[in-house]
């Protein structure tokens, strides 16, 4: 309990941290990906309350809805469509202060204004994306994106 505690005290860098520490813990003991999809995106979700948090998987030339914590989402992306399209066809995080401005922005949601997508790669390759919305702009910044990449490292 005073581990969740300082959780919801903390600033932004001391929760990164302690969120590292935990998911270091949760994949060193489980290696079933959607598993960990599952943890990861719930112990984000609860650490930093964000809007929607959650993971989009390749399948073939389309991302597919995976585990996630929020209201409702899109189930399918297409390569190179929207923020999570594009973390995923330039292999690397996508920080987006005002979704609105974002060409192709894809609305799954009108309450979501600032959105990251960090890209989970296996041997180079994206197999997956780390996607988080908020209902505030320019929620997102180089910490988030830091952090958030070791995090996805770990996977």
């Known amino acids: 309990m005073a581990e969740e505690l300082h959780i919801a005290q903390g600033g932004k860098e001391e929760k990164y941290a ?3 520490k935990q998911v270091t813990a949760l994949v060193e003991s489980e290696n079933d990906t959607i598993a960990n999809m599952a ?19 390749v399948s073939g030339e389309q991302l597919v809805l995976g585990p996630f914590q929020g209201p409702l989402a899109c189930s399918r992306i297409a390569y190179g469509r ?25 609305a799954c949601s009108s309450a979501s204004k600032s959105e990251i997508v960090v890209p989970l790669l296996k041997d180079g ?7 988080i919305d908020s209902e505030h702009l320019a929620t997102f910044d180089e910490t988030d ?8 490292e770990l996977m």
């Open 18 to 20: 302690l969120l590292y």
């Open 82 to 106: 929207g923020v999570c399209g594009t973390a995923w066809k330039e292999a690397c995080t996508q920080v987006v202060p005002d979704v609105e401005q974002f060409p192709g922005h894809i």
């Open 39 to 57: 943890n990861v995106a719930a112990m984000i979700h609860y650490t930093f309350g964000f809007w929607w948090t959650g993971f989009y998987r």
């Open 145 to 152: 994106k830091l952090w958030l990449e070791r995090i996805m």
């Open 125 to 131: 390759i994206v197999v997956a994306v780390l996607d």
